[in-house]
């Protein structure tokens, strides 16, 4: 009974009406003054913000807060692609016939998850990471890979939550929610950022619509409250780091693995183990 209740709360919390007036609230004048009890509730690092917190004009404004410059180190192992985002990692995976494999217990097929792109066939069996974004965390995204923009596609949606009992009990939420696709030719094929709406999320915009070249690191977008990016890489064209995993907790600009020239998937356990140079870039990374 009581998860039917959480399930038909949930259901109802996706409408974007409501989602229009939380997001109107938490950009008014007004909100600033929950600034101080929104860092304590989260434990949000306020010490790491770009600005002091009286200078905020509103709840969003600090939500979607730029860093103090050189708090995130960019790793520099040749060929790297790079977390875009401050998160936990909820799934990585290999792409299984356009199919990414229990996401909190639920598959998602890419054709859902792009809309039948045709740029989808370059991805079937790929790779997927899927990053959440707490309301803890830093919500501005940067772009994994040094590269050029392909294409941008905006997909309108529902505004679930991507909390765990969202993604566990609601169907294919990754899918249904709003989602601003940024496909990035890089040297060895492209990769997707897939960033994706939640609760209070009423946009996902880009830092500078401008702009469509990245250098590794380079700001890309930014949620208005937390959420999701699903980032996925072409056919043979990566092999993630050994140590990660399910659960692990990244920094934008930390090392997910290495990009290269198309060639087979490695079999199940044969992941790059770090060298003594991913390692120190790695624990460089580290508080």
């Given at each position: 009974?009581?998860?039917?209740?959480?399930?038909?709360?949930?259901?109802?919390?996706?409408?974007?009406?409501?989602?229009?007036?939380?997001?109107?609230?938490?950009?008014?004048?007004?909100?600033?003054?929950?600034?101080?009890?929104?860092?304590?509730?989260?434990?949000?690092?306020?010490?790491?913000?770009?600005?002091?917190?009286?200078?905020?004009?509103?709840?969003?404004?600090?939500?979607?807060?730029?860093?103090?410059?050189?708090?995130?180190?960019?790793?520099?192992?040749?060929?790297?692609?790079?977390?875009?985002?401050?998160?936990?990692?909820?799934?990585?995976?290999?792409?299984?016939?356009?199919?990414?494999?229990?996401?909190?217990?639920?598959?998602?097929?890419?054709?859902?998850?792009?809309?039948?792109?045709?740029?989808?066939?370059?991805?079937?069996?790929?790779?997927?990471?899927?990053?959440?974004?707490?309301?803890?965390?830093?919500?501005?995204?940067?772009?994994?890979?040094?590269?050029?923009?392909?294409?941008?596609?905006?997909?309108?949606?529902?505004?679930?939550?991507?909390?765990?009992?969202?993604?566990?009990?609601?169907?294919?939420?990754?899918?249904?929610?709003?989602?601003?696709?940024?496909?990035?030719?890089?040297?060895?094929?492209e990769v997707a950022v897939v960033k994706?709406?939640?609760?209070?999320?009423?946009?996902?915009?880009?830092?500078?619509?401008?702009?469509?070249?990245?250098?590794?690191?380079?700001?890309?977008?930014?949620?208005?409250?937390?959420?999701?990016?699903?980032?996925?890489?072409?056919?043979?064209?990566?092999?993630?780091?050994?140590?990660?995993?399910?659960?692990?907790?990244?920094?934008?600009?930390?090392?997910?693995?290495?990009?290269?020239?198309?060639?087979?998937?490695?079999?199940?356990?044969?992941?790059?183990?770090?060298?003594?140079?991913?390692?120190?870039?790695?624990?460089?990374?580290?508080?």
């Amino acid at each position: 009974m009581a998860k039917q209740l959480l399930r038909l709360m949930t259901e109802l919390s996706s409408r974007k009406w409501l989602s229009r007036i939380m997001g109107h609230c938490s950009h008014s004048r007004l909100s600033r003054h929950l600034i101080p009890a929104f860092i304590r509730i989260y434990q949000i690092p306020a010490h790491e913000a770009e600005k002091e917190i009286h200078e905020y004009r509103s709840l969003n404004e600090f939500f979607s807060r730029r860093l103090k410059i050189g708090l995130r180190a960019i790793d520099d192992t040749a060929d790297a692609m790079v977390s875009p985002v401050d998160a936990t990692i909820s799934a990585m995976c290999a792409v299984n016939a356009g199919t990414i494999l229990s996401v909190k217990g639920q598959d998602y097929t890419l054709s859902e998850l792009l809309a039948k792109s045709p740029r989808m066939e370059n991805y079937i069996n790929g790779y997927a990471f899927v990053l959440y974004l707490s309301p803890t965390d830093y919500h501005r995204i940067h772009s994994p890979v040094t590269g050029v923009q392909a294409e941008s596609e905006h997909l309108k949606g529902r505004v679930y939550p991507v909390n765990d009992f969202a993604m566990t009990h609601i169907r294919h939420v990754l899918s249904r929610n709003e989602r601003l696709i940024t496909y990035i030719a890089h040297e060895f094929g492209e990769v997707a950022v897939v960033k994706v709406g939640a609760m209070n999320v009423s946009s996902i915009r880009y830092a500078d619509e401008n702009v469509k070249k990245y250098e590794i690191g380079d700001e890309l977008a930014y949620f208005e409250f937390g959420s999701t990016v699903v980032l996925l890489t072409e056919n043979g064209t990566f092999t993630p780091r050994g140590d990660l995993e399910p659960g692990s907790k990244v920094k934008m600009g930390e090392l997910l693995g290495l990009l290269h020239h198309t060639r087979p998937q490695p079999e199940k356990g044969n992941a790059i183990h770090l060298t003594k140079l991913h390692q120190a870039s790695h624990d460089k990374l580290r508080p």
